[in-house]
C-alpha cells in the first residue's frame, strides 16, 4: 500500500556532500514524521534524524551540523543532506515515514535503503 523510494546514495571521500532523497507514494492519506535510519555493518539500525509533519526537526548528536533534514510534503519526499561527512558516516541509509493510509490505518514504512560509502 505504501512505497518509499530512496535515491542518491554513493562513494564520497571524507570532507564530501550526498543529497538523499527518499519519495513516498500509495495509497496514503496523511504523512505525519519522518526520518532517516542507518545501518552500519554488524551494528544496529540508528536514528539520524526525524522531520516531523510541521517541520520541527531533530538530529544524532553524532551528525548534528553536519547533516540538514528536510521536507516536501506537496512531493510526499523528504530529504537528507549530508555534509562533512566522515568514514564513520558509511552506512546503509533508510528512510521511515508514518503514514495513514486511504484505508485508515497508520503505521511506519520503510524503504529498501541506500548504501553511502565515505572512502578515500
Known amino acids: 500500500q505504501v512505497q518509499l523510494v530512496e535515491s542518491g546514495g554513493g562513494l564520497v571521500q571524507p570532507g564530501g556532500s550526498l543529497r538523499l532523497s527518499c519519495a513516498a507514494s500509495g495509497s496514503i492519506r496523511t504523512i505525519y514524521a519522518m526520518a532517516w535510519y542507518r545501518q552500519a555493518p554488524g551494528k544496529q539500525r540508528d536514528l539520524v534524524a526525524t522531520?516531523?509533519?510541521?517541520?520541527?526537526?531533530k538530529y544524532a548528536d553524532s551528525v548534528k551540523g553536519r547533516f540538514t533534514i528536510s521536507r516536501d510534503s506537496a512531493k510526499a519526499t523528504v530529504y537528507l543532506q549530508m555534509k562533512s561527512l566522515k568514514p564513520e558516516d558509511a552506512a546503509v541509509y533508510y528512510c521511515?515515514?508514518?503514514?495513514?493510509?486511504?484505508?485508515?490505518?497508520?503505521?511506519?514504512?520503510w524503504g529498501q535503503g541506500t548504501q553511502d560509502t565515505v572512502s578515500s
Open positions: 521511515n515515514a508514518d503514514v495513514r493510509v486511504i484505508a485508515g490505518y497508520r503505521f511506519g514504512s
Open positions: 522531520i516531523s509533519s510541521g517541520g520541527s526537526t
